[in-house]
Nanobody, 121 residues
Framework: QVQLVESGGGLVQAGGSLRLSCAAS????????MGWYRQAPGKQRELVTS???????NYADSVKGRFTISSDNAKNTVYLQMNSLKPEDTAVYYC???????????????WGQGTQVTVSS
């Protein structure tokens, strides 16, 4: 009953910027965490950044100082501002909503379809 819709991916030169958006809709009955993952060919999907309902944020070391996650509760939307992009940032980026504690039967993860980000040299 939860759907995530992503937008904002594209092709950009190294040093450029992109802004991704993820709008969540549906019924959410517990406080969750929203975030962005990415997956490049031959690599596992990795957590890029996340934000809790209280505004607590976390970033992967590789993107600290360059990426910023933010949310608009009124629009039920999370954003990822990506600056100073590098070729190694090239990946499919996925929006994620995590509800419930790890290991709990109530744990649920909802995913967007992904948006391609390509950074050229």
């Amino acid at each position: 009953q939860v759907q995530l819709v992503e937008s904002g991916g594209g092709l950009v030169q190294a040093g450029g910027s992109l802004r991704l958006s993820c709008a969540a809709s549906g019924s959410i009955f517990s406080i969750g965490t929203m975030g962005w993952y990415r997956q490049a060919p031959g690599k596992q999907r990795e957590l890029v950044t996340s934000i809790t309902s209280g505004g607590r944020t976390n970033y992967a070391d590789s993107v600290k100082g360059r990426f910023t996650i933010s949310s608009d509760n009124a629009k039920n939307t999370v954003y990822l501002q990506m600056n100073s992009l590098k070729p190694e940032d090239t990946a499919v980026y996925y929006c994620n909503l995590a509800v419930g504690r790890l290991g709990s039967p109530l744990r649920r993860d909802y995913w967007g379809q992904g948006t391609q980000v390509t950074v050229s040299s």
